[in-house]
């Protein structure tokens, strides 16, 4: 369990430091009001005596109360407003007007080696302020938190596994076959893991979409860039601040197998009897009624096992952080620590992840800045399988057997300490007790990571600052696995079966792996306005980057005793060992030229130029330019009429570009590669080296270029603001393996080749509209993103399938049923295919007299592997201290095959572990409405469109209400803020989906299910 005692206390000895400076202020109260323009209350204002750390809030009514001297000087600000300065008068209440600050146009984004007015920005890019509504979710990685907040972000989360449910990040849909994912930066850094990031730590996040403000990241910007800027103290008072979670998960659905055994054995009579007498049935119906009388009196020896009850728990996250910050004029600092604790639904499936962060910044002197960014986190996970219920890897025996799961095992016994197998007669030994895998062959993984980042920053002269920044980011990962022997044992007959999980020359392994990478960035940045209306920026930086990783790994058989789990604690006979290493280095020159015109004419011009030790001389470099232009036309006197009434703001944006990817080519895959092999010299066998590919000196970058246009508007003094944008991005040069000889084929590998062109074409949109009036505050965003590609060219033969020319990449390509058929005549007045009652009838689309790939039809607008279509509703209402927010998620444009593992209905003549859909669903001549076909019928696991399911679907994200005290309670207390808060995730989806979850993968192991959370927590703030 957490110690929650160590927060308490730490936030204990915070006291004393805060109190005084409170209590040695109680002189004298100063009242007042602070209002709009149209005189409406603001609430949430912070009225602050200057020169001081008192402070005060306004309430609902805009009303405040704040210990002051006649003398002194008040500071009111609030989001959107001016700040203004006030004396304070004793005994008299004041009225402070705040002035409207045009906040929309005056936002700073974060952009690449820099920030920029939001106004004068001519890029794509979407930006996200991590607030406490995203704080207050119950969530264990940073990922999973982004679905449905930016447009053209898609988050997809496949499963709910605890250190394993990351979201799968893509930026306007696929970019590549290869790796689309984007490049992470973090305050600089390029390349760090978003989800191990504390959510805490987070002040804003910016999406680049296209080409100009992407290509300063160049060779891996062709997927987009996702910026993360970490929290600092400057401008703030100082503070601390604790936050908590606690959080219950279930599944929002999950398969209902039969805890019933005799069933289980009837359903594979039933199958077996289409072709089978039953005189020659596997299993008898002796052995059935034997089952049926005795699991109620003898359950060890005749179970009727609850998997799910055995193998599943109720899930738990806790979140807890501490953090302060601070600063002044001179420096700031911003310190925290958390942790989070998940407990997976999966027995014995954990994840720990603890972090600490501080950022520190420091004036030396008013034209010199220095400052660090020092980041660590530790984690510890724990599970059985890689995709907790299975595990793809073909080298794992158990990775696809839990659909072997029969009712018949017992799970365990606590007297005889044995694990359960198979009991009923003629049933196949190997049948799968998924227990005693999720408790005796059980990996664990310990990983520490360090992120640190120094620079220094010099002003020559007004406009132009010269920067120099070093980053290591390190990690040390250790991984170990010692299996516990177990063989299954047969209760009935007192003998060990003959299905052994782990034997008892039971063997333990090691692995470790470590690396690091290093950065180095020398910048030099310009500003100018000449003639008051003519701006120009200039920015040029240096950079080099290196990576460096080694792997070791060892094992030996034959552990002393079990429950050891060193290496030294086995015996030497059999043992293995290995290791390896790699590095790479990249070389990058950087440039921008920003121009504006009377604050209303913007250009904007981009490179970078990158040379990476993966490429061979001659294809090492590439260079990568865009160019953008804008135009501020409200900006015009013709339309100044216009601007002072609906519209307020309006901007068009175009931008072109080039950008790169290099993901899809190995460190070393350049390089000659030689391979031990035999050789016959003479009448001897020697060892020797042969040359183990061909190399392509040519190889070189995948080549993206963007056209971007797109349009801001305010409306309504920007109460109500929109961006739409349409791209149009080509991926040309894809990274592919070429073809060869079949005379060289064997003794080669072949050689990657620049084939392949990839096209997406989409729209976004992003709508808001926020307000305050009387105290009562509410906002809604809209955001939406339509994509879809287009495969312009390929590196082999295409035959009839998902993939073609001119058609989006993993398109449906299907049989057409025209339903199950139900009698004889159904099967006579359609196309012979084998069929019987019961039986799925395919349709003969080219009327040629037979059912074959000829009639397969193409979907266009429906891809197999992600949506084309990503929608969401973000909404937020307050009012006198109550909040509440409601985020609404979805997407549309999916269409995939419901066939699965689970969902068989021509499994095999026993060890199978059917749900209760297998009982009710299928088709029978009693059950001529039944929505399966029937059991162990003709060509019924087709891909056809009988099993194609619609995977749109709308999803209630997350849910939550709070409150928080008032100020005049919070100043009693001495504390800044207080707020308690119930939360919801996953809490409700809308799909027609049959599977698990419409954003899974959609495979044979289609098991894992999301998890539903109900989060209480708390925000402390002194």
Same mark, same amino acid.
């Given at each position: 369990?957490?110690?929650?005692?160590?927060?308490?206390?730490?936030?204990?000895?915070?006291?004393?430091?805060?109190?005084?400076?409170?209590?040695?202020?109680?002189?004298?109260?100063? *009242?007042?009001?602070?209002?709009?323009?149209?005189?409406? #209350?603001?609430?949430?204002?912070?009225?602050?005596?200057? %020169?001081?750390?008192?402070?005060?809030?306004?309430?609902?009514?805009?009303?405040?109360?704040?210990?002051?001297?006649?003398?002194?000087?008040?500071?009111?600000?609030?989001?959107?407003?001016?700040?203004?300065?006030?004396?304070?008068?004793?005994?008299?209440?004041?009225?402070?007007?705040?002035?409207?600050?045009?906040?929309?146009?005056?936002?700073?984004?974060?952009?690449?080696?820099?920030?920029?007015?939001?106004?004068?920005?001519?890029?794509?890019?979407?930006?996200?302020?991590?607030?406490?509504?995203?704080?207050?979710?119950?969530?264990?990685?940073?990922?999973?938190?982004?679905?449905?907040?930016?447009?053209?972000?898609?988050?997809?989360?496949?499963?709910?596994?605890?250190?394993?449910?990351?979201?799968?990040?893509?930026?306007?849909? !696929?970019?590549?076959?290869?790796?689309?994912?984007?490049?992470?930066?973090?305050?600089?850094?390029?390349?760090?893991?978003?989800?191990?990031?504390?959510?805490?730590?987070?002040?804003?996040?910016?999406?680049?979409?296209?080409?100009?403000?992407?290509?300063?990241?160049?060779?891996?910007?062709?997927?987009?860039?996702?910026?993360?800027?970490?929290?600092?103290?400057?401008?703030?008072?100082?503070?601390?601040?604790?936050?908590?979670?606690?959080?219950?998960?279930?599944?929002?659905?999950?398969?209902?197998?039969?805890?019933?055994?005799?069933?289980?054995?009837?359903? &594979?009579?039933?199958?077996?009897?289409?072709? @089978?007498?039953?005189?020659? !049935?596997?299993?008898?119906?002796?052995?059935?009624?034997?089952?049926?009388?005795?699991?109620?009196?003898?359950?060890?020896?005749?179970?009727?096992?609850?998997?799910?009850?055995?193998?599943?728990?109720?899930?738990?996250?806790? /979140?807890?952080?501490?953090?302060?910050?601070?600063? +002044?004029?001179?420096?700031?600092?911003?310190?925290? %620590?958390?942790?989070?604790?998940?407990?997976?639904?999966?027995?014995?499936?954990?994840?720990?992840?603890?972090?600490?962060?501080?950022?520190?910044?420091?004036?030396?002197?008013?034209?010199?800045?220095?400052?660090?960014?020092?980041?660590?986190?530790?984690?510890?996970?724990?599970?059985?399988?890689?995709?907790?219920?299975?595990?793809?890897?073909?080298?794992?025996?158990?990775?696809?057997?839990?659909?072997?799961?029969?009712?018949?095992?017992?799970?365990?016994?606590?007297?005889?300490?044995?694990?359960?197998?198979?009991?009923?007669?003629?049933?196949? #030994?190997?049948?799968? /007790?998924?227990?005693?895998?999720?408790?005796?062959?059980?990996?664990?993984?310990?990983?520490?990571? *360090? /992120?640190?980042?120094?620079?220094?920053?010099?002003?020559?002269?007004?406009?132009?600052?010269?920067?120099?920044?070093?980053?290591?980011?390190?990690? +040390?990962?250790?991984?170990?696995?010692?299996?516990?022997?177990?063989?299954?044992?047969?209760?009935?007959?007192?003998?060990?079966?003959?299905?052994?999980?782990?034997?008892?020359?039971?063997?333990?392994?090691?692995?470790?792996?470590?690396?690091?990478? @290093?950065?180095?960035?020398?910048?030099?940045?310009?500003?100018?306005?000449?003639?008051?209306?003519?701006?120009?920026?200039?920015?040029?930086?240096?950079?080099?980057?290196?990576?460096?990783?080694?792997?070791?790994?060892?094992?030996?058989?034959?552990?002393?005793?079990?429950?050891? &789990?060193?290496?030294?604690?086995?015996?030497?006979?059999?043992?293995?060992?290995?290791?390896?290493?790699?590095?790479?280095?990249?070389?990058?020159?950087?440039?921008?030229?920003?121009?504006?015109?009377?604050?209303?004419?913007?250009?904007?011009?981009?490179?970078?130029?990158?040379?990476?030790?993966?490429?061979?001389?001659?294809?090492?470099?590439?260079?990568?330019?865009?160019?953008?232009?804008?135009?501020?036309?409200?900006?015009?006197?013709?339309?100044?009429?216009?601007?002072?009434?609906?519209?307020?703001?309006? $901007?068009?944006?175009?931008?072109?570009?080039?950008? %790169?990817?290099?993901?899809?080519?190995?460190?070393?895959?350049?390089?000659?590669?030689?391979?031990?092999?035999?050789?016959?010299?003479?009448?001897?066998?020697?060892?020797?080296?042969?040359?183990?590919?061909?190399?392509?000196?040519?190889?070189?970058?995948? $080549?993206?270029?963007?056209?971007?246009?797109?349009?801001?508007?305010?409306?309504?003094?920007?109460?109500?603001?929109?961006?739409?944008?349409?791209?149009?991005?080509?991926?040309?040069?894809?990274?592919?393996?070429?073809?060869?000889?079949? &005379?060289?084929?064997?003794?080669?590998?072949?050689?990657?080749?620049?084939?392949?062109?990839?096209?997406?074409?989409?729209?976004?949109? /992003?709508?808001?509209?926020?307000?305050?009036?009387?105290?009562?505050?509410?906002?809604?965003?809209?955001?939406?993103?339509?994509?879809?590609?287009?495969?312009? $060219?390929?590196?082999?033969?295409?035959?009839?399938?998902?993939?073609?020319?001119?058609?989006?990449?993993?398109?449906?390509?299907?049989?057409?049923?025209?339903?199950?058929?139900?009698?004889?005549?159904?099967?006579?007045?359609?196309?012979?295919?084998?069929?019987?009652?019961?039986?799925?009838?395919?349709?003969?689309?080219?009327?040629?007299?037979?059912?074959?790939?000829?009639?397969?039809?193409?979907?266009?607008?429906?891809? !197999?592997?992600?949506?084309?279509?990503?929608?969401?509703?973000?909404?937020?209402?307050?009012?006198?201290?109550?909040?509440?927010?409601?985020?609404?998620?979805?997407?549309?444009?999916?269409?995939?095959?419901?066939?699965?593992?689970?969902?068989?209905?021509?499994?095999?003549?026993?060890?199978?572990?059917?749900?209760?859909? &297998?009982?009710?669903?299928?088709?029978?001549?009693?059950?001529?409405?039944?929505?399966?076909?029937?059991?162990?019928?003709?060509?019924?696991?087709?891909?056809?469109?009988?099993?194609?399911?619609?995977?749109?679907?709308?999803?209630?994200?997350?849910?939550?209400?709070?409150?928080?005290?008032?100020?005049?309670?919070?100043?009693?207390?001495?504390?800044?803020?207080?707020?308690?808060?119930?939360?919801?995730?996953?809490?409700?989806?809308? @799909?027609?989906?049959?599977?698990?979850?419409?954003?899974?993968?959609?495979?044979?192991?289609?098991?894992?299910?999301?998890?539903?959370?109900?989060?209480?927590?708390?925000?402390?703030?002194?």
């Amino acid at each position: 369990m957490v110690n929650i005692r160590q927060f308490l206390r730490l936030l204990l000895l915070c006291f004393p430091v805060v109190v005084p400076v409170h209590s040695a202020r109680a002189q004298g109260n100063v *009242t007042g009001k602070v209002v709009d323009a149209e005189g409406i #209350p603001i609430e949430g204002a912070t009225v602050l005596v200057k %020169g001081t750390t008192v402070s005060a809030g306004t309430d609902a009514e805009g009303q405040f109360s704040i210990a002051a001297q006649p003398d002194d000087w008040l500071v009111i600000s609030s989001v959107g407003y001016k700040i203004q300065e006030v004396q304070a008068i004793a005994g008299t209440p004041i009225t402070i007007t705040l002035e409207s600050d045009e906040q929309i146009l005056d936002q700073v984004v974060v952009v690449g080696y820099g920030t920029q007015r939001k106004a004068n920005v001519t890029g794509s890019i979407a930006t996200l302020t991590v607030d406490e509504k995203m704080t207050s979710r119950s969530l264990s990685n940073v990922s999973s938190g982004l679905a449905g907040m930016l447009p053209g972000l898609a988050a997809n989360q496949s499963r709910g596994m605890a250190g394993n449910n990351n979201a799968n990040l893509m930026i306007r849909g !696929l970019g590549t076959v290869n790796n689309s994912s984007p490049l992470i930066v973090v305050d600089g850094m390029p390349d760090v893991d978003i989800n191990r990031l504390n959510m805490n730590d987070i002040e804003s996040i910016s999406v680049l979409k296209d080409a100009t403000s992407s290509s300063v990241y160049g060779s891996r910007a062709a997927n987009g860039v996702i910026l993360i800027t970490t929290k600092s103290g400057r401008g703030k008072e100082a503070s601390i601040t604790f936050n908590s979670t606690v959080a219950m998960q279930r599944p929002t659905k999950s398969f209902s197998f039969m805890a019933d055994y005799p069933r289980a054995l009837t359903l &594979h009579q039933l199958s077996q009897r289409v072709n @089978t007498l039953d005189a020659n !049935l596997l299993f008898k119906n002796g052995t059935i009624d034997q089952w049926m009388a005795l699991g109620m009196i003898d359950p060890l020896r005749y179970p009727n096992t609850d998997w799910w009850d055995i193998i599943l728990r109720d899930g738990a996250i806790q /979140n807890y952080n501490l953090s302060a910050t601070g600063g +002044n004029d001179r420096s700031s600092f911003f310190f925290s %620590g958390g942790m989070m604790d998940e407990k997976g639904l999966q027995i014995n499936n954990d994840y720990t992840r603890y972090n600490a962060r501080l950022n520190y910044d420091y004036k030396i002197r008013d034209n010199i800045n220095i400052g660090a960014r020092i980041q660590g986190n530790w984690s510890k996970y724990t599970y059985a399988l890689d995709e907790g219920f299975t595990d793809d890897n073909a080298s794992n025996t158990a990775g696809f057997d839990l659909q072997y799961a029969i009712a018949g095992i017992t799970p365990y016994d606590p007297v005889s300490g044995y694990y359960g197998g198979v009991m009923a007669y003629n049933e196949d #030994p190997q049948a799968y /007790n998924p227990y005693t895998v999720y408790q005796n062959m059980l990996n664990r993984n310990n990983r520490q990571e *360090t /992120n640190a980042n120094v620079f220094l920053e010099w002003e020559f002269f007004e406009g132009l600052k010269a920067k120099v920044d070093g980053s290591l980011n390190y990690y +040390n990962q250790f991984s170990w696995s010692a299996n516990m022997p177990n063989t299954a044992y047969n209760f009935q007959g007192n003998r060990f079966g003959s299905r052994v999980y782990v034997g008892n020359n039971a063997g333990v392994s090691n692995a470790t792996a470590t690396g690091y990478k @290093t950065l180095l960035n020398a910048q030099l940045n310009y500003n100018k306005t000449i003639a008051q209306n003519h701006r120009i920026g200039a920015l040029f930086v240096f950079s080099e980057e290196f990576w460096y990783d080694r792997v070791q790994s060892g094992s030996r058989n034959d552990r002393l005793h079990p429950s050891l &789990h060193e290496i030294d604690a086995a015996l030497t006979d059999i043992q293995t060992a290995g290791g390896n290493s790699n590095n790479e280095g990249l070389r990058s020159f950087i440039g921008r030229l920003n121009y504006q015109a009377f604050d209303r004419y913007l250009f904007e011009f981009n490179f970078r130029y990158d040379g990476s030790s993966k490429f061979l001389e001659g294809s090492r470099f590439g260079f990568f330019p865009s160019a953008a232009i804008g135009w501020r036309f409200t900006e015009e006197g013709f339309l100044s009429a216009l601007k002072n009434g609906v519209l307020n703001s309006g $901007k068009l944006r175009a931008s072109y570009g080039g950008l %790169g990817n290099n993901s899809g080519v190995g460190r070393y895959e350049q390089q000659p590669t030689l391979a031990s092999s035999p050789y016959i010299i003479g009448n001897q066998i020697s060892r020797g080296f042969v040359n183990r590919k061909m190399v392509n000196p040519l190889l070189s970058w995948e $080549k993206t270029t963007v056209l971007n246009l797109g349009l801001d508007l305010g409306w309504f003094n920007n109460r109500l603001t929109s961006e739409l944008d349409y791209y149009d991005r080509l991926t040309t040069g894809m990274n592919r393996p070429s073809e060869m000889s079949i &005379h060289l084929t064997g003794a080669y590998d072949a050689p990657r080749q620049n084939i392949g062109d990839l096209r997406n074409r989409g729209v976004e949109a /992003n709508i808001t509209w926020a307000e305050t009036r009387g105290g009562f505050n509410y906002s809604i965003n809209l955001n939406g993103s339509y994509n879809t590609t287009v495969l312009e $060219k390929w590196n082999e033969f295409l035959g009839r399938g998902t993939t073609f020319i001119g058609m989006p990449y993993h398109f449906v390509y299907t049989f057409e049923d025209i339903g199950i058929a139900q009698t004889w005549q159904d099967i006579y007045s359609n196309t012979p295919q084998g069929a019987s009652p019961g039986d799925i009838l395919r349709r003969d689309v080219n009327g040629d007299g037979r059912i074959d790939a000829n009639d397969r039809v193409a979907y266009p607008h429906s891809q !197999l592997d992600m949506p084309t279509t990503n929608f969401a509703m973000n909404s937020a209402v307050a009012w006198r201290g109550i909040d509440l927010a409601i985020l609404l998620q979805g997407a549309a444009g999916r269409k995939n095959y419901w066939i699965n593992n689970y969902n068989n209905v021509n499994f095999g003549n026993s060890r199978y572990a059917s749900t209760w859909d &297998h009982w009710y669903l299928p088709w029978s001549v009693e059950n001529r409405n039944g929505e399966w076909p029937r059991l162990a019928g003709n060509a019924n696991r087709e891909e056809t469109t009988f099993w194609l399911d619609d995977m749109s679907y709308l999803r209630l994200k997350n849910i939550q209400v709070g409150y928080s005290l008032p100020n005049n309670l919070l100043s009693r207390l001495r504390i800044r803020s207080f707020r308690v808060y119930l939360s919801a995730e996953n809490l409700l989806t809308f @799909t027609s989906y049959r599977g698990v979850d419409p954003e899974s993968t959609a495979t044979r192991n289609d098991m894992y299910p999301l998890t539903k959370s109900y989060t209480v927590g708390l925000n402390l703030s002194l």
